[in-house]
């Protein structure tokens, strides 16, 4: 099984996951050409994007590791792309979470990082 295959597989979990605890999904796997966001949803009245991420084990790293500085800003470009072009978005506060997958335990961190724009200052 390829990279991408499996990456499917866990963010389909991961989104069955996160509806069963309220989690209203509207979008997965958006792609604009500031890069991609695996999952979107309204959860608590916040506009949500969520980075899935997968390890078989712990032996490469726990997989929320995997969400550093860049790919933060990555999610964060791909959120003004969207909420710029849904207009009811825009209206609603943001949060950027990560679902983290190891082997078949599944980490849901809520707000596991803030706003970055690029040329913000922000130092990585």
């Keep these: 099984m390829n990279n991408r295959t499996t990456g499917k597989i866990y ?6 996951f996160l509806k ?12 604009c050409r500031q890069g991609e966001v695996d999952l979107i949803g309204i959860h608590d009245g916040c506009l949500v ?8 084990d ?32 825009a209206e ?10 190891c082997g078949e335990d599944i980490r849901w961190y809520r707000n596991a990082f803030p706003y970055v724009r690029r040329g913000s200052g922000y130092s990585w």
């Design 11 to 16: 963010e389909e979990k991961a989104a069955a």
């Design 20 to 31: 069963e605890r309220g989690f209203f999904l509207l979008e997965k796997n958006y792609r």
């Design 49 to 56: 994007f969520v980075e899935v991420k997968y390890r078989k």
């Design 58 to 89: 712990k032996r490469s790293g726990m997989p929320e590791e995997a969400v550093g500085p860049a790919k933060q800003m990555k999610i964060c470009m791909v959120s003004d792309y969207y909420r710029m072009r849904e207009p009811s978005a």
């Design 92 to 101: 609603r506060q943001i949060r950027y979470d990560v679902v983290a997958v």
